[in-house]
């Protein structure tokens, strides 16, 4: 059995997407006007990457890969959840 080697490149990836979701999610002021706002489709979209993502690298993470993944997916499903109710 391979264990997988860590790739700082997928660590960015995570937490580049989990940015995308919180602006989507109005968490995150648009840098050209100050100002919130927000696009379920596009962060329903950013959701369904990472949860394609989780699936297609199952077993093929670190430890702590997998774990940054899964809390990244965790708070997006809350954020998420909580603005789709509104």
């Known amino acids: 059995m391979n264990t997988p080697k860590p790739d700082n490149?997928?660590?960015?990836?995570?937490?580049?997407q989990a940015q995308n979701a919180g602006?989507?999610?109005?968490?995150?002021?648009?840098?050209?006007?100050?100002?919130?706002s927000?696009?379920?489709k596009a962060a329903s979209s950013v959701l369904d990457s990472l949860e394609m993502l989780?699936?297609?690298t199952q077993g093929n993470l670190t430890k702590e890969?997998?774990?940054?993944?899964?809390k990244a997916l965790l708070?997006?499903?809350a954020l998420y959840a909580n603005i789709a109710e509104k």
Do not use: C, D, H, W
């Open 75 to 77: 708070n997006i499903r």
């Open 9 to 16: 490149r997928f660590n960015e990836f995570v937490y580049l």
């Open 65 to 70: 890969e997998a774990e940054l993944l899964e």
């Open 38 to 40: 927000v696009n379920l």
């Open 23 to 36: 602006f989507f999610l109005g968490q995150l002021p648009n840098p050209s006007t100050g100002e919130t």
């Open 54 to 56: 989780a699936a297609k």
